[in-house]
């Protein structure tokens, strides 16, 4: 299906329904943002109260935004537990409600309901699992496991214990697996022995195996038996968390720990080298994560929230895990995938759990679309109040489907623009308080000032309608705070560009009615289904191959994923193109990083187009994916514009 290049104009302004059961409703919204940019002190200090404290902050805000002196502290001698928050304290009024049901890939095995009594027991013991392998405060875990159970119980283990956890994505290999292992120094993976997607099976614990070869032999692992299957077993090294976790204490107490204290790093893509460990808070992550998950999804007691990220992702971490659970949510953890048994699994799983609010991606999305309404018609889908999105640009069509085929004209989309680096939204329609228009961000966050800057002089531009890079003017409670073990990074990436300014590697719209849209990345990261991932990271997997000489990476649209992977490959004089060679070095980059980098397109390419200086004309490439080489611009400063012609004449269909 072609994606309109023209913005859908419509607007939807909420239902009388919506704005009367919002906990903010348009006035309110204005009130309250108002304060929260003038008065941000005031602001936060009141909201920090959402949370429970060991001990209270005194002060709340404590921030410089100047490039060489970066530093961002909310609440920062304030005290608190992030496991007590999301488990202890909702025990006397909600223990046997549940607060995680996990939803199995298989549609026959049924579904498990974890109290959140049950909950703390299990944290506890994965906890006491962790204190027996002289795991301490602040020491790393890296979590590589399926959508199950046990993920949640370990990243909540390690907030309990003030451990600081890194989860993996499954779906990475083992290279990124140990690359990631050696540099947050973890001192113990935690994985399991396969993991079922799809109706197959990933051989997760011989990938940590293969990983593990490159990391410290003091690396222990933790291997939880999900399916049973046989694995090789390293005595000393392996531990069997399942029977661990049956010896142990079912207590455990949560230790206090900073605000400032980490809670967890995560790996992302930037537009260069390797992936970053963005390094999250305690007080402020969870703060924001627990707010922003009430507000913008309307979130009332007794709602069944589904966020069908993957807990690899930040968006898993803000809300399948943190932000529900500290609001005593019940939520959804889905192992399985859209499209399996077939394309009607998300909705029958929303029917079968009464599913409230759901959160998903565009790829998503456009992938169901394409099979056809059937699927959605077939379940009852009365339960659902409200529909979000995020991940990636959403494209009208995808938007108009969402919301007359799955929400069938009556609830709210939330198209929610934010980051790895945000920790939660930072803009959105809120349900009762703003219109939504399809495939606009519309409105910031509270506490959160977008700017619209003028890509070249780093000037705000005031007047509407405009287009530019978007940039946020001071910190949020969310905001990462550094990139781990590498602070000069953290400056570099995120407030060398634009000074004084938080500069998001987005480009964004603001309308004449002043309402936000993201444009997409003005980097060089890509978004392919909803992954974000750098060019620079494909490119040096290509070049790691005995074949490649020189490679360059570049998305181009895709009816599905949004963004397609493209690989201009120069080859070593003494190969030659093949279609087997195209094969080899396809499953190449997914051993390398893992099948989400998969290239959808190689391209032979005898030459690059280089500026004399030897710079790869990005811009140039980007146009021949893009099959759009009627507005290549000016070529003239190039070393040899001849490959130009080359490429396009050879272009790949
Ligand atoms: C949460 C998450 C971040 C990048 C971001 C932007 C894109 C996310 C979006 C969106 C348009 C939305 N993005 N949400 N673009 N509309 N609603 O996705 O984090 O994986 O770090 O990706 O994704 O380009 O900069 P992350």
Redesign the pocket.
């Known amino acids: 299906m072609p994606h309109s290049t023209q913005p859908d104009t419509t607007v939807y302004p909420p239902s009388d329904d919506t704005v009367a059961r919002a906990h903010v409703d348009a006035a309110r919204y204005d009130e309250m943002y108002k304060a929260s940019i003038t008065d941000p002190e005031g602001f936060w200090g009141e909201q920090g109260k959402r949370l429970d404290w060991i001990k209270p902050y005194s002060t709340v805000k404590d921030v410089d935004f100047s490039y060489g002196n970066v530093s961002i502290n909310w609440f920062s001698d304030g005290v608190l537990n992030v496991a007590a928050n999301c488990i202890d304290r909702h025990l006397a009024t909600r223990g046997d409600q549940t607060a995680i049901i996990f939803e199995p890939d298989d549609p026959d095995t049924p579904a498990q309901h974890i109290t959140y009594k049950d909950l703390h027991e299990k944290v506890c013991r994965m906890a006491n699992v962790l204190l027996s392998q002289g795991v301490m405060r602040g020491d790393r875990v890296v979590i590589y496991l399926p959508m199950i159970p046990e993920a949640a119980y370990a990243m909540l283990a390690c907030a309990r214990i003030g451990a600081i956890h890194s989860v993996v994505f499954a779906g990475f290999s083992p290279d990124a697996l140990a690359n990631r292992v050696n540099d947050c120094g973890a001192k113990l993976v935690i994985t399991a022995d396969t993991a079922p997607r799809g109706g197959r099976r990933t051989a997760l614990k011989s990938n940590a195996d293969a990983a593990l070869l490159h990391c410290s032999d003091k690396v222990r692992c933790l291997v939880v038996k999900h399916t049973g299957d046989q694995t090789t077993w390293i005595n000393g090294r392996d531990v069997d968390v399942n029977a661990l976790m049956e010896t142990v204490a079912p207590d455990c107490p949560a230790r206090p720990m900073g605000a400032e204290d980490p809670l967890f790093v995560l790996y992302?893509s930037g537009s260069t080298g390797k992936p970053k460990g963005v390094v999250h808070s305690s007080g402020g992550y969870l703060l924001f994560a627990a707010m922003t998950h009430e507000i913008t999804f309307d979130y009332h007691e007794g709602d069944v929230f589904w966020c069908t990220a993957d807990v690899g992702?930040?968006?898993g971490h803000s809300y399948i895990i943190y932000g529900p659970l500290a609001n005593g949510a019940t939520t959804v953890m889905f192992e399985g995938v859209p499209t399996y048994p077939d394309a009607s699994r998300f909705w029958q799983v929303c029917e079968k759990h009464k599913v409230t609010q759901f959160y998903t991606a565009p790829t998503a999305i456009r992938a169901l679309m394409g099979q056809g309404n059937q699927f959605v018609e077939k379940s009852d889908l009365s339960s659902i109040r409200l529909l979000g999105?995020?991940?990636?640009?959403?494209n009208p069509e995808a938007w108009n489907w969402y919301n007359e085929v799955v929400g069938k004209g009556k609830c709210p989309i939330v198209?929610?623009?934010?980051?790895?680096?945000t920790g939660g939204h930072m803009m959105t329609p809120l349900p009762g308080a703003h219109a939504t228009k399809p495939g606009a961000?519309m409105k910031p966050f509270f506490g959160v000032e977008p700017v619209v800057l003028e890509p070249q002089s780093g000037e705000e531009i005031h007047e509407s309608p405009t287009e530019g890079v978007l940039c946020i003017k001071d910190s949020w409670p969310g905001q990462m705070r550094t990139v781990w073990g590498d602070h000069e990074r953290f400056q570099q990436t995120y407030f060398s560009d634009y000074k004084g300014y938080y500069f998001?590697?987005?480009g964004c719209r603001r309308d004449a009615d002043g309402d936000y849209w993201?444009t997409?990345?003005v980097d060089d990261?890509i978004?392919v289904s909803?992954?974000?991932m750098g060019t620079a990271e494909v490119e040096s997997a290509l070049v790691a191959h005995a074949a490649v000489a020189e490679a360059a990476v570049v998305g181009y649209p895709h009816d599905i994923k949004g963004q397609g992977i493209y690989c201009y490959v120069t080859l070593m004089n003494d190969q030659n193109p093949s279609d087997d060679l195209v094969k080899e070095l396809r499953s190449w980059v997914r051993t390398e990083i893992g099948p989400i980098a998969s290239p959808d397109v190689i391209q032979w390419a005898p030459g690059l187009p280089k500026t004399r200086s030897g710079k790869i004309m990005r811009r140039i490439l980007r146009k021949i994916a893009e099959n759009d080489v009627g507005s290549l611009g000016d070529t003239s400063t190039l070393a040899d514009p001849s490959v130009v012609d080359d490429l396009i004449s050879n272009r790949t269909k």
């Open positions: 992302t992702w930040v968006t999105t995020v991940g990636e640009p959403i198209d929610t623009w934010w980051q790895t680096e961000a998001t590697g987005d993201i997409g990345r990261v978004n909803g992954h974000r």
